[in-house]
């Protein structure tokens, strides 16, 4: 039996039919109609499902389910996604109009949801009794996978480590409180923060790579360099760091998993990130000579929304 998983995405809509290890063994992909109704938009990504799947060799008799991840809040219970502002969908019946084309189980989650999965599929946190896995991109998606099924919580939104409060009073959220994590922990963080340092210090290495322009700052710039060692975006960066393994620690404590993963655009880094996230994470650790989570980067890059999409269950 084969799976089909989408990853639903603003600009673009990838499918591949994904085998049970969660390889991928035939891929398509359509762009992203926002400009048209709903229903329409689900007929052309099922029709892409069932092109894909012609393709792969494999018929509907030999297909299990159909899994989806999409940027926003999906409850994976009743198939309904109340909230998906990138995709223009609100309280949409995915899974009953998606049923009118392939007559299947179809199941979705959140695509931070479906990454964490992927990685413990297929990825770096494979065969892991308990993982999370922390996206850090423009905002910060989490997702806890135990014994190989996603964690949602008793009502189905569980996982938003984004929007764990991180700081009293701290900056202001879009979600309306204060000081949660995704303000000090996103790409979106490290782009605040130089363009402050630089307002104080202009002589940073960062004024140079950006052209003068902060507007042009991104986290590549200030990793850039922080690893040349100017001092300026050595402090941006120490102090993202210090954040994030604050936040790591508080995960490790509550919930003590055997692996956090981290993804995103800011995972790019590397083993620049890596490094200086596990040398912080221990003082913050509160037994520091029992073991704790391995803490890894993502690896599946961009295929990883297919796969975890196609292991839904
Ligand atoms: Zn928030």
Request: charged content about 20%; some cysteine.
């Amino acid at each position: 039996m084969i799976r089909i998983g989408i990853d639903v995405g603003g600009t673009g809509i990838q499918v591949g039919v994904v085998d049970k290890e969660g390889r991928i063994l035939q891929k398509g992909g359509i762009v992203t109609r926002t400009d048209l109704p709903f229903a329409e938009q689900v007929a052309q990504m099922a029709a892409c499902a069932l092109e894909t799947l012609q393709r792969s060799g494999h018929t509907l008799d030999d297909l299990e389910s159909v899994g989806a991840g999409v940027p926003g809040v999906a409850d994976y219970r009743t198939g309904i996604i109340p909230f998906c502002t990138n995709m223009g969908w609100h309280d949409v019946p995915f899974r009953t109009e998606f049923q009118k084309h392939i007559n299947k189980p179809i199941l979705i989650d959140n695509d931070a949801t479906v990454a964490g999965l992927a990685e413990n599929v297929a990825g770096v946190s494979a065969g892991a009794s308990s993982s999370v896995f922390i996206t850090l991109g423009t905002g910060v998606g989490g997702s806890i996978i135990i014994n190989g099924r996603v964690w949602s919580g008793a009502h189905g939104v569980g996982s938003e480590i984004g929007h764990m409060i991180l700081e009293l009073d701290g900056e202001p959220c879009t979600c309306g409180n204060k000081g949660c994590l995704e303000r000090y922990c996103s790409a979106t963080a490290i782009i605040r923060m130089a363009r402050e340092a630089i307002a104080r210090h202009p002589d940073s290495m960062i004024n140079t790579l950006c052209d003068g322009k902060p507007e042009k700052i991104n986290a590549k710039m200030v990793f850039d360099a922080a690893r040349e060692s100017d001092p300026i975006a050595t402090k941006v960066f120490r102090r993202y760091i210090s954040y994030l393994a604050q936040a790591i620690a508080s995960i490790i404590q509550f919930f003590d998993p055997e692996v956090i993963v981290l993804g995103g655009g800011v995972s790019k880094a590397g083993s620049f990130l890596l490094d200086a996230v596990r040398a912080e994470v221990p003082k913050y650790i509160l037994y520091k000579t029992l073991p704790y989570a391995r803490i890894e980067l993502a690896k599946l890059g961009p295929d990883a929304g297919i796969i975890g999409a196609a292991m839904l269950q």
